[in-house]
């Protein structure tokens, strides 16, 4: 049997302790070997294993994004936050078209949106194309990342908000998803104080 296949099984029919301590050995092998064994550990059952695999491929960096891209598309809600939030942590341009797909997806939104704001300009043609998408908050999103990277201007892009005379910079958003309102309150905030 091979190191690749011995550590997976061990994964699978280990203890909860002894799973621990193959993480910790499996993270200090060569990514040839690390990926596949902590492809599997995505997918324990505890949620301590699958955060460990999680950040121990983000410090693999780009060659565990295939593994991150693969597991957006799982069933397991959990797993798919942890591998959209750990694209966002890496932040490498081949995640674009399953960052543009999960965009629609209400959970995950902001998480892809601030992804694709870090991948940069690559993600700018998936993004512009988004702007003319029938979800009002996949546009909010996609003008968010856009605007963040200096490709947009904020007005008269903006979503509808109403702005009280004489409350100086208090604003009320009219927007259905709090995490955009809050992006925007914040950008709103920079450019006026």
Same mark, same amino acid.
């Given at each position: ?73 799982? +069933? ?32 995950? +939104? ?84």
């Amino acid at each position: 049997m091979d190191e690749i296949a011995y550590y997976q099984n061990a994964l699978q029919e280990s203890d909860l302790h002894t799973r621990h301590r193959i993480l910790v050995k499996v993270a200090n092998a060569k990514s040839t070997v690390a990926i596949p064994v902590l492809t599997v550990a995505l997918k324990d059952s505890d949620y301590g294993i699958r955060r460990h695999a999680t950040s121990t491929l983000i410090k693999i960096g780009v060659d565990a994004v295939p593994v991150f891209i693969e597991a957006l598309n799982d +069933s397991d809600e959990e797993l798919r936050v942890l591998s959209v939030r750990a694209l966002l942590r890496i932040g490498d341009a081949h995640a674009v078209p399953a960052l543009i797909t999960v965009l629609k997806d209400a959970k995950l +939104s902001p998480y892809a949106a601030e992804a694709l704001f870090r991948i940069g300009h690559a993600a700018v043609p998936a993004l512009t194309e988004l702007l003319q998408d029938e979800d009002d908050r996949v546009r909010s999103y996609a003008k968010y990342a856009l605007f963040r990277m200096g490709e947009m201007e904020l007005y008269p892009e903006m979503p509808p908000m109403n702005v009280y005379p004489g409350e100086g910079s208090k604003q009320e958003l009219k927007h259905p998803s709090s995490n955009v309102e809050m992006w925007f309150e914040r950008i709103i905030n920079v450019s006026s104080g």
